[in-house]
């Protein structure tokens, strides 16, 4: 298999969704539950890929180094976000390399972003509160050609959805429901 | 000699290459198979089917039916490597392992019966459960299950599921608030047997299709009870329907195999189990299996005429306490079964009068029978429940799923229906005697 991906399971799965679209929706949940300090764990909570259940039995933690008053055990709220996007153009690059025949032999992804953090901390200035701006550079090894990769590399993006979920307005709905501890 | 090589499913196709496209642009789609998209049997009657369906004559002799292909490999050429590469070894012949003629016959065989667009062989009953089932879940899943399951596969869930990270809540199959109240939020299947072992309760699998359905769960159901004369489990919206082909599917009480048939996006899901976990069917096997397939509906037939008869005479014997059969007015189930299966089996319980040691008196008079484990062969079998089957259990869990004392498992074979019927009265007449005498 080309770059361990099923080519013809790629392909039915797209050709069942074209038929089927429900079979293409796919529902996500995590929870977030704060340990102590800076540092939470999350937990997956079961995916919907189409209408079929799928376990999801994964959980990690999210902390901030000590210098941000944390105990620096996990990667930060900031580096996983990286990490989503990057994960999530890594799976649109491999799988378009995959459709057009392109066998990959290395394939890496250098992200970077710098924030200031005046705007998480509302000191009055211009600076926004998030990332301005993220850099990457992809460092890719396989039989494609420059112009191959580089047209694959627009298009990863084009079509990665963590990718245009951050290049694009989201619209951001939520609610709390709080308890009052009375003592 | 033919130089023309069957490689293996030739409508299977790479995905087209478009330099520069998109994966929206791969053509390759899901088609039934393999094989079965040649072949379409869709119309014909069930024996026809279970006659032609799957089975290829040799193209380069003439010889009629499948030949053994009993090989371990295959020479490999453009079109193997092709489909190493593009992912669908599925529908070519590499290793038998992988696939081979002879079970791809009992494949397309099975899968023509079911309805099915796609089956898969496997060495035993358990083989395929365990591939069937372990397809459908990932770590951390929960499985709701009968609460009387075949031991193999009670086995499964309570010994394995544990091991694996894997949980499994088990219920009565009659109690449906209970099924539908046992769902967890990691709950990936319902497992659940058409007609059960060894009380014979017919299983309300519409119901089970629409919590499946309404909770986004696969419904597996275990139907070696109720093979496709009697009940085409696909047809009610189930995924998967899995066999111990050592049963009614074979008839002879000759070989152990398993099956699994299903939509040919699940059962490509369970092929690399079948490959991970190797209970591959060997192709001598196989070949036994197809050629216990062709009569699989005119042996139901004499199973059904033998067994009927057989258990309207045990219900008006003295010796008898009660008869369950599905197709008897007397069975609580009976307007189910009416309404879900077909046909009736071979598969009769009864109760005597003076409990198991009466039942145990029964069987060493009774000629004919066999007393062994099993189900639908050509032979009657009996056992008891209480010594073989539900052993491990105490008398009060075995009667608290419906096995009371003097509960005798029966199959009935082909074997003429006066000529059984004889054997037991003379039989029961004994036990009754001596009960009498007592």
């Known amino acids: 298999m080309r770059n361990n991906i099923p080519t013809a399971a790629l392909s039915e799965f797209i050709n069942e969704v074209s038929e ?30 189409g209408p079929h259940k799928v376990s999801r039995s994964f959980s990690w933690k999210a902390d901030e180094p000590r210098q941000l008053m944390g105990n620096n055990h ?7 976000l990286l990490s989503g996007l990057g994960s999530c153009m890594m799976v649109a690059f491999v799988a378009g390399a995959t ?45 494609g050609t420059p112009e191959q990769f580089e047209e694959l590399h627009r298009k990863a993006v084009k079509h990665s959805p963590n990718a245009q979920t951050i290049v694009n307005p989201v619209a951001l709905t939520g609610e709390i429901i709080s308890k009052q501890i009375e003592d | ?82 489909s190493i590469e593009e992912g669908f070894g599925r529908d070519r012949f590499i290793y038998t392992r992988y696939g081979n003629p002879s079970q791809w016959a009992v494949q397309e065989k099975l899968a023509s019966l079911e309805g099915a667009e796609s089956a898969l062989v496997f060495s035993s009953g358990m083989a395929a459960i365990s591939a069937a089932v372990l397809a459908m879940v990932d770590v951390g899943a929960h499985v709701v299950a009968a609460s009387d399951l075949y031991g193999g596969t009670y086995n499964l869930f309570n010994q394995e599921f544990p091991s694996l990270g894997m949980s499994a809540t088990l219920i009565d199959s009659y109690d449906i608030e209970a099924i539908e109240a046992a ?19 017919v299983v309300d699998i519409p119901a089970l299709v629409d919590i499946a359905r309404r909770h986004n769960l696969r419904l597996i159901v275990d139907s070696t009870f109720a093979p496709p004369p009697v009940m085409k489990p696909l047809e009610l919206g189930v995924d998967l329907v899995v066999h111990s082909a050592s049963k009614y599917l074979n008839g002879h009480s000759d070989l152990i195999a398993g099956a699994v048939c299903g939509s040919r996006k699940l059962i490509d899901m369970i ?19 197809e050629r216990g397939l062709k009569t699989l509906d005119i042996r139901m037939k004499a199973h059904e005429k033998s067994a009927t008869a057989l258990a309207e005479f045990l219900e008006t014997h003295p010796a008898v306490d009660k008869v369950v059969y599905p197709m008897l007015p007397s069975h609580p189930d009976h307007a189910r079964a009416k309404e879900l299966m077909k046909m009736g089996t071979g598969n009769v319980t009864f109760f005597v009068k003076g409990g198991d040691q009466a039942a145990l008196k029964l069987m060493d008079h009774l ?66 005697q001596m009960k009498g005498a007592a």
């Open chain 1, 20 to 49: 089927t679209p429900e079979e293409g929706l796919m529902s996500y949940g995590i929870e977030i539950d704060w340990e102590t300090g800076t540092r939470a764990k999350t937990s997956t909570k079961p995916m919907l890929v």
């Open chain 1, 74 to 80: 996990g990667p930060n709220p900031q580096e996983l």
């Open chain 1, 99 to 143: 459709a057009e025949g392109i066998q990959l032999e290395s394939v890496k992804i250098d992200f970077d972003g710098t924030l200031d953090l005046r705007g998480f901390m509302g000191l009055g200035t211009n600076a926004g509160v998030g990332f301005p701006e993220i850099n990457y550079v992809i460092d890719v090894v396989g039989d």
């Open chain 2, 1 to 82: 000699m033919s130089k023309k090589r069957l490689y293996g499913d030739a409508n299977s196709k790479s995905a087209s290459r478009n330099v520069g496209g998109w994966i929206k642009d791969l053509d390759r789609a899901r088609q039934s198979g393999p094989f079965l998209e040649a072949h379409p049997m869709d119309a014909m009657g069930m024996s026809t089917k279970a006659v032609h369906a799957g089975t290829h004559d040799d193209a380069r002799t003439g010889a009629v039916g499948t030949p053994i292909y009993q090989t371990s490999t295959f020479i490999l050429h453009e079109e193997t490597y092709e």
């Open chain 2, 183 to 201: 769902i967890l939020p990691n709950t990936q299947i319902l497992y659940f047997e058409t007609i059960t072992n060894p009380v014979l309760k």
């Open chain 2, 271 to 289: 092929w690399p189990r079948l490959l991970n976990y190797g209970g591959q069917l060997d192709p001598h096997a196989a070949f036994l299996l």
């Open chain 2, 367 to 432: 000629h004919l029978p066999k007393q062994a484990t099993s189900l639908g062969g050509i032979e009657s079998l009996i056992s008891l429940p209480f010594n073989s089957s539900q052993s491990t259990m105490t008398s009060r869990q075995r009667a608290d799923i419906g096995i009371h004392t003097g509960c005798v498992r029966l199959s009935v074979g082909i074997e003429d229906a006066d000529d059984l019927i004889a054997d037991f009265d003379q039989a029961l007449n004994a036990i009754y």
